[in-house]
């Protein structure tokens, strides 16, 4: 149980295009959702919490114009990357937290990985 | 500000020897760590979780320990193996989840 799904798993685009990276919990309610960004030979660093219904909190020096969360439903936050550019380029993981309680463990997805041209 | 290190940033070790992966963070008030692995360009698997109330945890080969008052857990692999050759990450949870920056091991064979 609790698995999380992203899709797609990578994705290469041209300069000033957008990017649309879903994040799915496939057997649990989220309505908590996190996005980390990981630079590589680097940790994941927390850009995002997203709640279901509201909006999301973002991280100090994460722009919220550029990187657009919504989470729509209980099983599904999407992550757009605006007007991409090449130092956007980066793995993209989720993670799902299950139920209300803040210190239920969060289960994380596979990672997309955005590559801009 | 909480922050994870974790010593070495990268180990090889011949197979079949034991081996002990370092993490400290520096504050202490947390509600558990978590220790992942990750392979190239892949995401995570968590390998053990320890409430802040618990002292270690051990799954197969693996033993993570816990000393919340010194800021301290380590990564115990016992019996290493070439598989074993990845990432490993260690989180710890106050409001947020904060990542170290990994050990990178290489099980040589």
């Not at chain 1, 722009?63 to 099983?75: C, G, M, R």
């Not at chain 2, 008030?29 to 270690?56: C, H, M, V």
Request: hydrophobic share 35%.
């Amino acid at each position: 149980g609790a698995v999380v799904s992203q899709h797609p798993s990578w994705v290469i685009c041209k300069s000033g295009t957008s990017v649309k990276i879903e994040c799915r919990s496939l057997d649990f309610q989220a309505t908590t959702m996190f996005w980390y960004r990981q630079f590589p030979k680097q940790s994941l660093m927390l850009m995002a919490t997203s709640n279901e219904g509201s909006k999301a909190t973002y991280e100090q020096g994460v722009e919220k114009d550029k990187f657009l969360i919504n989470h729509a439903s209980l099983t599904l936050s999407t992550l757009t990357v605006t007007s991409a550019h090449p130092e956007d380029s980066s793995f993209y993981i989720c993670s799902a937290r299950p139920g209300l309680g803040s210190f239920n463990e969060q289960f994380f997805g596979p990672g997309t990985r955005l590559t801009v041209l | 500000k909480q922050e994870v290190t974790q010593i070495p940033a990268a180990l090889s070790v011949p197979e079949g020897e034991n081996l002990v992966l370092n993490c400290s963070f520096t504050d202490s008030a947390i509600y558990n760590l978590q220790w992942f692995r990750q392979d190239p360009g892949k995401g995570l698997t968590s390998l053990l979780l320890i409430q802040s109330s618990q002292r270690e945890q051990t799954s197969g080969r693996l033993n993570a320990s816990l000393d919340k008052s010194s800021g301290r857990s380590t990564l115990y692999i016992a019996a290493s193996q070439p598989g074993d050759s990845a990432t490993y990450l260690c989180a710890v949870k106050d409001d947020k989840i904060i990542f170290g920056k990994g050990t990178r091991l290489h099980i040589l064979p």
